[in-house]
């Protein structure tokens, strides 16, 4: 199972965070070519009571982070999460890619039955078998905010498509 858990992880976290930071590029792209403030974007929601744009990038690389290292065994890095422009975002996803970069299969060895015990914004704790932990939880959430970043740029006007969600594959 060590390399069914590192590559379900490890490279879709890859694929994933390479399409998003060229969506950002393109992203920033457009509102220089429209004249258009850039927080109008990074700070673009759907509803009011929803993150935005930029957060939902933070909270991607938030769990491509913390589900590779839990998986493999590893302290779990932090970072502030201030980043506000869309070059400073692409810099959280290229040290989040660096980071993960550095995993291995051999460190995912047993990942599978390890025990993760989460604290997910409350005193809760959420304990999960490392299999149910990414499949159930860790991809999910993190498609989800990768997703959402896609989605508040494509509704903003962003020329972008499927073929630049998907990244390179």
């Given at each position: 199972m060590t390399d069914a858990m590192y590559a379900s992880s490890i490279p879709v976290f890859k694929q994933m965070l390479g399409g998003l930071a060229a969506i950002l590029a393109k992203a920033e792209a457009?509102?220089?070519?429209?004249?258009i403030d850039v927080t109008a974007l990074t700070q673009a929601r759907l509803f009011p009571d929803m993150f935005p744009m930029r957060r939902q990038v933070q909270i991607a690389c938030d769990f491509a982070r913390g589900v590779s290292a839990r998986l493999a065994?590893?302290?779990?890095?932090?970072?502030?999460?201030?980043?506000?422009?869309f070059a400073e975002l692409r810099e959280l996803i290229e040290r989040t890619l660096g980071f993960i970069g550095g995993f291995g299969p051999a460190q995912f060895e047993g990942a599978a039955g390890r025990e993760i015990v989460t604290r997910p914004g409350t005193p809760k704790e959420r304990r999960f078998d490392g299999q149910t932990y990414l499949l159930s939880?860790?991809?999910?959430?993190?498609?989800?905010?990768?997703?959402?970043?896609?989605?508040?740029?494509?509704?903003?006007?962003v020329e972008i498509g499927k073929r630049d969600y998907m990244g390179q594959y």
């Open positions: 457009h509102a220089a070519e429209k004249n065994g590893a302290e779990v890095p932090k970072y502030e999460d201030q980043e506000q422009s939880y860790g991809l999910p959430q993190f498609f989800f905010h990768v997703t959402t970043a896609y989605a508040l740029l494509r509704h903003n006007g």
